[in-house]
């Protein structure tokens, strides 16, 4: 078991120093400098500038981002701003910190995402294995038939017919902003009740374009483990089916279900694009569309960092808990 946690750590420092090296030779291999970006937009401020003015101005730009030294020297203090929560100052809001405006964003797309994301995975899981164990019921085959029909619809769409029917046709829940604009964010009644009105068609969009994929994923799970002979052993001892199902089925095919789970916690660090987008949601899908139209390279940088830490550090912690959680790699391990 020590070989083991030795053998993922040293997977996780690999893993995350790769990542974030990719993330530094993108974002520098990018055709659009953010600097100019910046002189562009102070020229189209109506900036009027002689040659030397200009020259000095962006030379005061690339010494205060740091982009006048060697690309080694980006490179190092690139890492070392990340591993100090340091991203720098965003280029867009510029004197505000980028870390200043991802913690305003994360808690409200933590809050949306990983809400839905646990809701579709404990429906989604929870019908799969029922449809699956008991799959000759017609409950079991209208469901399939639902999902596997539901499955292909893009998201957007889903997105879209929901704020048709709720704000437009039956206007029931507002589509912009994370709360009431006379509401303040705290943690009274009137402004947690504001919150969860704004985040219901988000979080429901989420879930019915997610809880598809779960439930086919552990129908077919559960299909290929139910004719094991443990499972007809089992059967054969008396054991009730619901004893069966939970703790002989279920134990078995949870590790990809859950693994898949930690990727999806990973990727919330990187927001929501699409759907915080759609319903105008104040998370880091929204901070990230608005640096990419400003060009904002910190902004941009910042968020990617984000998820791939996001990411590794569930994959890590996963396959730390699937050795308890499989009975069949516990054995292995």
Same mark, same amino acid.
């Given at each position: 078991? #020590? +070989? @083991?946690?030795?053998?993922?750590?040293?997977?996780?420092?690999?893993? *995350?120093?790769?990542?974030?090296?990719?993330?530094?030779?993108?974002?520098?291999?990018?055709?659009?400098?953010?600097?100019?970006?910046?002189?562009?937009?102070?020229?189209?401020?109506?900036?009027?500038?002689?040659?030397?003015?200009?020259?000095?101005?962006?030379?005061? @730009?690339?010494?205060?981002?740091?982009?006048?030294?060697?690309?080694?020297?980006?490179?190092?203090?690139?890492?070392?701003?990340?591993?100090?929560?340091?991203?720098?100052?965003?280029?867009?809001?510029?004197?505000?910190?980028?870390?200043?405006?991802?913690?305003?964003?994360?808690?409200?797309?933590?809050?949306?995402?990983?809400?839905?994301?646990?809701?579709?995975?404990?429906?989604? &899981?929870?019908?799969? *294995?029922?449809?699956?164990?008991?799959?000759?019921?017609?409950?079991?085959?209208?469901?399939?038939?639902?999902?596997?029909? *539901?499955?292909?619809?893009?998201?957007?769409?889903?997105?879209?017919?929901?704020?048709?029917?709720?704000?437009?046709?039956?206007?029931?829940?507002?589509?912009?902003?994370?709360?009431?604009? &006379?509401? +303040? #964010? &705290?943690?009274?009644?009137?402004?947690?009740?504001?919150?969860?009105?704004?985040?219901?068609?988000?979080?429901?969009?989420?879930?019915?374009?997610?809880?598809?994929?779960? !439930?086919?994923?552990?129908?077919?799970?559960?299909?290929?483990? +139910?004719?094991?002979?443990?499972?007809?052993?089992? +059967?054969?001892?008396?054991? /009730? /089916?619901?004893?069966?199902?939970?703790?002989? #089925? $279920?134990?078995?095919?949870?590790?990809?279900?859950?693994?898949?789970?930690?990727? &999806?916690?990973?990727?919330?660090?990187?927001?929501?694009?699409?759907?915080? @987008?759609?319903?105008?949601?104040?998370?880091?899908?929204?901070?990230? @569309?608005?640096?990419?139209?400003?060009?904002? $390279?910190?902004?941009?940088?910042?968020?990617?960092?984000?998820?791939?830490?996001?990411?590794?550090?569930?994959? !890590?912690?996963?396959?730390? $808990?699937?050795?308890?959680?499989?009975?069949?790699?516990?054995?292995?391990?």
């Amino acid at each position: 078991m #020590v +070989k @083991y946690l030795v053998e993922k750590t040293v997977f996780l420092i690999l893993t *995350l120093l790769i990542g974030l090296t990719m993330i530094f030779i993108i974002s520098r291999s990018t055709p659009i400098h953010p600097i100019d970006t910046l002189m562009q937009q102070l020229s189209a401020y109506g900036a009027q500038l002689t040659q030397q003015q200009y020259n000095s101005i962006k030379d005061t @730009y690339l010494k205060l981002y740091g982009l006048n030294q060697p690309v080694i020297s980006q490179y190092f203090s690139f890492l070392a701003g990340i591993f100090s929560g340091d991203f720098g100052p965003s280029f867009s809001a510029f004197p505000t910190p980028v870390m200043s405006l991802i913690e305003r964003a994360l808690p409200w797309t933590v809050g949306l995402l990983l809400t839905a994301l646990i809701i579709s995975w404990i429906l989604g &899981n929870l019908a799969g *294995l029922l449809a699956g164990f008991f799959d000759k019921s017609n409950i079991s085959k209208f469901f399939q038939g639902l999902f596997v029909v *539901l499955s292909p619809v893009p998201y957007p769409i889903i997105a879209l017919l929901l704020i048709l029917f709720f704000v437009f046709m039956i206007p029931s829940f507002p589509i912009m902003g994370g709360t009431a604009l &006379n509401i +303040k #964010v &705290n943690f009274s009644l009137s402004s947690v009740l504001s919150i969860l009105e704004h985040a219901f068609l988000p979080a429901l969009s989420i879930v019915i374009s997610s809880l598809a994929g779960w !439930f086919l994923t552990m129908r077919s799970l559960v299909m290929s483990i +139910k004719s094991e002979d443990f499972i007809e052993f089992a +059967k054969l001892r008396g054991l /009730k /089916k619901r004893k069966i199902i939970f703790s002989y #089925v $279920m134990r078995n095919v949870m590790s990809p279900q859950i693994t898949a789970l930690a990727l &999806n916690i990973g990727f919330i660090f990187n927001g929501a694009l699409v759907t915080e @987008y759609l319903f105008s949601y104040p998370g880091l899908g929204t901070l990230m @569309y608005r640096a990419i139209l400003t060009g904002d $390279m910190n902004t941009l940088v910042g968020v990617a960092s984000l998820s791939v830490i996001g990411i590794t550090l569930a994959t !890590f912690i996963v396959e730390l $808990m699937i050795p308890i959680i499989d009975p069949t790699i516990r054995q292995e391990r």
